[in-house]
């Protein structure tokens, strides 16, 4: 069941009272701020906002420590006037950028203190923490009514147990207490929640451990969180992507984990083989439902990748997919091709206004006629019946209005991320390329934001930000866009 907006019920409510001719009551805020409405609105304006990480990019002489600049929403969208970069070496931010640090690997937000703005929470997986070699850090910074300033270090309750502590993360409210916590991955098979309820001077209020079942080590661990309500009973669930293991084989899945009163608890893991997931209510029921990518093209059938829909319902998520789409499914623009990548990222947001979660799909190393890796992203539509393939729209630096030109090793896609950045009803597209204006292992990057309508996606004001433009330096490789807030 859907709940009414406050805004929207308490607008009513006065309009009510002065058609019947009363004086509605002036009702005073409340002492203490309630939770910050949107999970990215960091300085608490009304509008989202955009992290974009460069985690090679080289800050203070350090190659490879990574940057993270925040682009505010506002009604005229985002822009490069009204930003934040983040590093290492930024005053109030625990540790210092060193080589290999990545600063900026994944991201996560939610306001953990519940002072009314949005946190972000930021990982350098690569951090050395004395003997131990990339041990990893992670590091919530904190929201105000000036943006993002300060942070406390997310300790690693178990550096000896792993490597790389924050390679994945998320935020959730596992316990349905109205506090969201704050889920850790590493190259273990433990993923450490910190419960909700943090301050500044302390951090979080508790710490437990959810094992899953994952092929442990270097290149392996939960390789990446996300969170939201699949059975509607107001906890969150978490789903972990990683290597599955049962007891006959291993494969690259999504693993779902049912949030309750007394935490997390596992449930069951998705039958394809997965690298990506993204959560939102694809059906408009009421239920938060999964979207997996298989960008490897492993799956029979395909050689370039596909994504599939697992519909929530008051049980949760059934295991089996409900549909599973590729680039030689009808309606689809382009053709199922080895290594495409389709899938590679996936995001969830209602772009054109209806009701339903639409899906952004990109293929990032998609060929476009003699460019390779140049990469290409699809939007699928939402619907009462789950995605639909019915007006699909794909873009590429080619595509007329989009800034910008194919170009090999471009990856066009490398990450993208749905959200309502000028607040207009309609969920607009950023997209991250990481090998722009460089090479087959990285480049400069950069950010493409095209604007949500009711037609679906427009090109009409698309723009695009190189790190010049964010304020981070182009020595060496930043790939700038290789990581977007999910």
Known sequence: MRSTPASLSTSTALAALLVAGLTPLVLTAPASAATAKYHDDFNGDGYRDLAIAAPSATVGGRTYAGAVVVAYGSRSGISTARRTVITQNTSGIPGSAEHGDSFGSALASGDLNNDGYADLVVSAPGEDLGTDTDGGTTIIVWGSASGLSGGRTAADPAPTAHDRFGQSLTVGDFNGDGKPDLAVGSTGADVWVSRGGFTKSSGAASKYKVTAPIRTGTGHGAASLTSGDLNGDGAGDLVVSGLYLDDHTAYNSAMVFHGSASGLAYRTVMAEDSETAAVGDIDGDGYDDVLTGEHWGAGEGNVGGSVSTHLGHATGVD??????????????????????????????????????????????????????????????????S??????????????????????????FGAAVHLADLDGDGHADLSVGADGENGGENGGDGALWHLRGAAAGLTTSRAVTFGPSSLGVSTSGSPRLGAVLLP
């Open 386 to 411: 789950g995605l639909t393939t019915a007006d699909a729209q794909s873009f590429s630096q080619d595509t007329a209005g989009v800034p910008g030109a194919n170009e090999t090793n471009d990856h």
């Open 319 to 384: 295991p089996e997919p409900g549909r599973t789409i590729d680039q030689d499914t009808p309606g689809v623009p382009g053709a199922d091709e080895t290594d495409d990548h389709f899938g590679g990222s996936v995001s969830l947001d209602d772009v054109n206004g209806d009701g339903y979660a639409d899906a952004a799909v990109s293929a990032y190393y998609e060929k476009i006629g003699s460019v390779d890796l140049t990469g290409t992203v699809t939007l699928l539509r939402g619907s009462p």
